[in-house]
């Protein structure tokens, strides 16, 4: 079992910038990739970023490249993700999930919600236009 707690969200304007970070506990020796997913109101929920355990592989949402930066420390047990430029359509619920590392690499399992395993309870983010 692995725990994950989101924290740094909240309300900002449009072109501001927040950092989330995703804590875990638990199992935390397994070795896992990470999702940064994001669900507003009446949309699904989609993928924004992620990364494996190494960190040498990232993925980034189209909406969100050259804005967003996902990145870990392992040895904190923590992920992040700096958002910058922030855009009133960037107004969700934010939830970091764990992935196995060799499904990071497959295309249609990275972006897929079913395929991760673990989810945090989510950090809201709101940006005023």
């Known amino acids: 079992q692995v725990q994950l707690v989101e924290s740094g969200g909240g309300l900002v304007q449009a072109g501001g910038s927040l950092r989330l970070s995703c804590t875990a506990s638990?199992?935390?020796?397994?070795?896992?990739?990470i999702g940064w997913f994001r669900q507003a109101p009446g949309k699904e929920r989609e993928v924004v970023a992620a990364?494996?355990?190494?960190?040498?592989?990232?993925y980034y949402a189209d909406s969100v490249k050259g804005r967003f930066t996902i990145s870990r420390d392992n040895a904190k047990n923590t992920k992040y993700l700096q958002m910058n430029s922030l855009k009133p359509e960037d107004t969700a619920i934010y939830f970091c999930?764990?992935?196995?590392?060799?499904?990071?690499?497959?295309?249609?399992?990275?972006?897929?919600?079913?395929?991760?395993?673990?989810w945090g309870q989510g950090s809201q983010v709101t940006v005023s236009s």
């Open positions: 638990g199992r935390t020796s397994s070795f896992y990739a």
């Open positions: 999930a764990t992935i196995r590392d060799y499904l990071l690499a497959r295309r249609n399992d990275r972006v897929e919600a079913d395929s991760y395993d673990y």
């Open positions: 990364i494996s355990w190494s960190g040498d592989i990232t």
